[in-house]
């Protein structure tokens, strides 16, 4: 009797274990095919491969479905259903859906604003690394929003986010350096940070990069480097840099301007 | 009722419909460049070839020639404009293009088979023209929209849209403000940079 339950529960046991092996692969291949779907633009699709699998609790879907439900593809608008599904794949520790549902608690877009649930979710996702929310969480410190204002945190989470490679994390964290805000004031350090964000081609950095050439701030002053990197964010046009091509270029002389401008065409012809 | 959610599904319907009636196509310059935007619009909801985020590229690009960003932008900051330093105000105007730019983007695929028609037009002042639409609706009664169109060196652009005559830049202007009275002006940059800071859908397991 009790062999035949043992048995019975062996069964049990090994065709559940098949039943999840067969499943799992399905189950990845409805993701699959949704996303191609989405990719497509058939939101109808997307959304029947996807729906069954964010009811079966699959962050990624639930995750999924609440993007569509916020951008009104394949369905109406409806940032509560929206909020849902992001509250609930947060809970399961998805870190999209941590980073967009502080949005929406920063946003207020669709449901009450709400600063102090938005700090909450950005740490959950800050803490697990994720870049965005890293740097969105460093600038509630900077301003004091849901949180008091705190410099030195909002240094320490820009700083995060700057070296998981956050492009506009980096160009902060020039500036912060620049202004000694929650750091020891180094130019050095910014244009370190600078430099990496211009790299990138962020025009703002390009351009703050562009003035500590020009003044010799943290590097050997050099016009020509000043005046190249201020070209680059100019063309960007950042209004800031089309002034300040003008100011830079007024004291230089034609054969300076022209390495500048040669600098320029060389980095845009992939020779940097 | 979100007036401003109703006004951006009108902005839409504005651009994706083209069935003016025949009066409006044999008027002015205004509906001519409200016709072009429209066809535009529609051009690319329809072309499914392309991938979705080429479509949304080339409906963001759409929506920042048609309507006057900067403007407008400088007009819902009301005189908290003045207070702002440069660094504020750049920073602002990025973000209140994008965050206008994306509400609108985010409705590719949302229309509904509303139907759009041109009543008249008027001049308002020295430099605008009121486009007046009525907007027939499969789920409702109709809706009445004014566009607010301004040629500035040769370019028209839409710089309001007033909706059973209740302005979308006004209402957003005192919306703003109040924003401001609470956070400053960074908080309201931040505020508005989360609408679009948001990620869309992905493949990434987490």
Same mark, same amino acid.
């Given at each position: 009797?009790?062999?035949?339950?043992?048995?019975?529960?062996?069964?049990?046991?090994?065709?559940?274990?098949?039943?999840?092996?067969?499943?799992?692969?399905?189950?990845?291949?409805?993701?699959?095919?949704?996303?191609?779907?989405?990719?497509?633009?058939?939101?109808?699709?997307?959304?029947?491969?996807?729906?069954?699998?964010?009811?079966?609790?699959?962050?990624?879907?639930?995750?999924?479905?609440?993007?569509?439900?916020?951008?009104?593809?394949?369905?109406?608008?409806?940032?509560?259903?929206?909020?849902?599904?992001?509250?609930?794949?947060?809970?399961?520790?998805?870190?999209?859906?941590?980073?967009?549902?502080?949005?929406?608690?920063?946003?207020?877009?669709?449901?009450?604003?709400?600063?102090?649930?938005?700090?909450?979710?950005?740490?959950?996702?800050?803490?697990?690394?994720?870049?965005?929310?890293?740097?969105?969480?460093?600038?509630?410190?900077?301003?004091?929003?849901?949180?008091?204002?705190?410099?030195?945190?909002?240094?320490?989470?820009?700083?995060?986010?700057?070296?998981?490679?956050?492009?506009?994390?980096?160009?902060?964290?020039?500036?912060?350096?620049?202004?000694?805000?929650?750091?020891?004031?180094?130019?050095?350090?910014?244009?370190?940070?600078?430099?990496?964000?211009?790299?990138?081609?962020?025009?703002?950095?390009?351009?703050?990069?562009?003035?500590?050439?020009?003044?010799?701030?943290?590097?050997?002053?050099?016009?020509?480097?000043?005046?190249?990197?201020?070209?680059?964010?100019?063309?960007?046009?950042?209004?800031?840099?089309?002034?300040?091509?003008?100011?830079?270029?007024?004291?230089?002389?034609?054969?300076?301007?022209?390495?500048?401008?040669?600098?320029?065409?060389?980095?845009?012809?992939?020779?940097? | 009722?979100?007036?401003?959610?109703?006004?951006?599904?009108?902005?839409?319907?504005?651009?994706?419909?083209?069935?003016?009636?025949?009066?409006? #196509? /044999? @008027?002015? %310059?205004?509906?001519?460049? +409200?016709?072009?935007?429209? $066809?535009?619009?529609? *051009?690319?909801?329809?072309?499914?070839?392309?991938?979705?985020?080429?479509?949304?590229?080339?409906?963001?690009?759409?929506?920042?020639?048609?309507?006057?960003?900067?403007?407008?932008?400088?007009?819902?900051?009301?005189?908290?404009?003045?207070?702002?330093?440069?660094?504020?105000?750049?920073?602002?105007?990025?973000?209140?293009?994008?965050?206008?730019?994306?509400?609108?983007?985010?409705?590719?695929?949302?229309?509904?088979?509303?139907?759009?028609?041109?009543?008249?037009? #008027? /001049? @308002?002042? %020295?430099?605008?023209?009121? +486009?007046?639409?009525?907007? $027939?609706?499969?789920? *409702?009664?109709?809706?009445?929209?004014?566009?607010?169109?301004?040629?500035?060196?040769?370019?028209?652009?839409?710089?309001?849209?007033?909706?059973?005559?209740?302005?979308?830049?006004?209402?957003?202007?005192?919306?703003?403000?109040?924003?401001?009275?609470?956070?400053?002006?960074?908080?309201?940059?931040?505020?508005?940079?989360?609408?679009?800071?948001?990620?869309?859908?992905?493949?990434?397991?987490?």
């Amino acid at each position: 009797m009790r062999a035949g339950k043992l048995l019975l529960a062996g069964i049990r046991a090994t065709l559940l274990c098949l039943a999840l092996a067969l499943a799992a692969p399905a189950a990845r291949a409805d993701f699959e095919s949704g996303w191609q779907a989405y990719q497509r633009g058939d939101f109808s699709t997307a959304l029947d491969e996807w729906a069954p699998l964010a009811e079966a609790g699959d962050s990624r879907a639930m995750f999924n479905l609440g993007t569509m439900y916020d951008e009104g593809k394949g369905v109406a608008r409806d940032l509560k259903r929206a909020t849902e599904l992001w509250s609930a794949a947060a809970e399961n520790g998805y870190m999209r859906a941590q980073h967009n549902l502080a949005h929406v608690f920063i946003s207020g877009d669709g449901i009450e604003r709400n600063l102090e649930r938005a700090v909450h979710w950005l740490h959950e996702a800050a803490h697990q690394g994720f870049g965005k929310s890293q740097y969105t969480l460093g600038k509630m410190f900077s301003y004091g929003l849901g949180v008091p204002r705190d410099q030195v945190r909002a240094f320490d989470w820009i700083q995060k986010a700057a070296q998981s490679g956050n492009v506009r994390a980096e160009y902060n964290l020039g500036k912060m350096y620049r202004d000694g805000m929650g750091a020891e004031a180094s130019f050095e350090n910014a244009v370190l940070w600078y430099r990496r964000a211009a790299d990138q081609g962020y025009a703002k950095a390009q351009a703050s990069l562009a003035r500590r050439y020009a003044a010799g701030e943290g590097v050997k002053q050099d016009m020509v480097e000043a005046l190249f990197w201020m070209i680059m964010a100019a063309d960007q046009n950042l209004p800031r840099a089309v002034a300040g091509r003008e100011e830079i270029s007024a004291g230089m002389s034609a054969a300076e301007i022209d390495a500048a401008e040669e600098r320029v065409r060389a980095w845009k012809a992939g020779s940097n | 009722m979100n007036i401003r959610r109703i006004i951006f599904s009108l902005a839409l319907i504005l651009l994706v419909h083209s069935g003016w009636s025949q009066a409006a #196509q /044999a @008027a002015n %310059e205004a509906s001519g460049f +409200v016709q072009n935007l429209s $066809d535009q619009a529609m *051009g690319v909801l329809q072309d499914d070839s392309g991938s979705l985020a080429q479509r949304e590229t080339q409906f963001r690009i759409i929506l920042v020639e048609g309507f006057d960003l900067k403007l407008i932008g400088r007009f819902v900051l009301g005189g908290y404009w003045r207070k702002a330093n440069e660094d504020q105000r750049e920073n602002y105007l990025r973000a209140f293009g994008e965050f206008i730019v994306r509400k609108y983007s985010a409705m590719l695929g949302g229309y509904a088979g509303e139907k759009m028609t041109v009543v008249s037009e #008027q /001049a @308002a002042g %020295e430099k605008d023209i009121i +486009v007046r639409t009525r907007i $027939d609706r499969p789920s *409702g009664p109709p809706i009445e929209a004014d566009w607010r169109v301004r040629g500035q060196g040769g370019t028209l652009r839409i710089i309001d849209v007033m909706v059973e005559g209740i302005s979308m830049a006004v209402t957003q202007r005192a919306e703003f403000r109040s924003v401001v009275r609470r956070h400053g002006i960074d908080g309201l940059i931040q505020i508005l940079d989360a609408q679009s800071s948001k990620l869309s859908a992905t493949a990434a397991a987490n």
